[in-house]
């Protein structure tokens, strides 16, 4: 449930540990994403292709740490909450992986 935060509400510490948690859950994801795709370019994968496997891992990571470890979530509505999640990770990948494919094209275009 959704609290609006009034005009002199002050944070507390629970939310800012909980701003923390998110943060750290963030880093976590990031430093997956970025493991994953080293490592599946250091296989021979292209850029390209490892792009949308290593934002998986991290998209993973995030959900999970977030929903167990920042907001202490408790079954019900797992489902829903995967999808919403999925929805919005399905569109950051979709821009990260046109991204890659334009760097790629850029960097073969400059490259003697």
């Known amino acids: 449930m959704l609290v609006p935060v ?3 509400d002050t944070l507390t510490r ?3 540990l909980v701003l923390l948690q998110f943060e750290l859950a963030s880093v976590a994801a990031t430093l997956v994403d970025l493991g994953i795709f080293s490592l599946a370019v250091h296989l021979g994968t292209s ?3 490892a792009t949308p ?3 998986l891992g991290g998209a993973v990571t995030n959900f999970l740490l977030n929903r167990h470890v920042t907001f202490r979530a408790q079954g019900g509505g797992v489902s829903r909450q995967a999808l919403r ?4 990770s399905a ?3 979709g821009l990260n ?3 890659a494919m334009r760097a790629s ?3 073969r275009r400059h490259t003697p």
């Open 14 to 16: 629970r939310t800012l």
């Open 47 to 49: 850029p390209v292709v």
């Open 85 to 88: 999640y999925l929805a919005v």
């Open 97 to 99: 992986t046109l991204v």
């Open 53 to 55: 496997i290593g934002a």
């Open 6 to 8: 009034e005009a002199g």
């Open 105 to 107: 094209r850029n960097c």
């Open 91 to 93: 569109c950051s990948l």
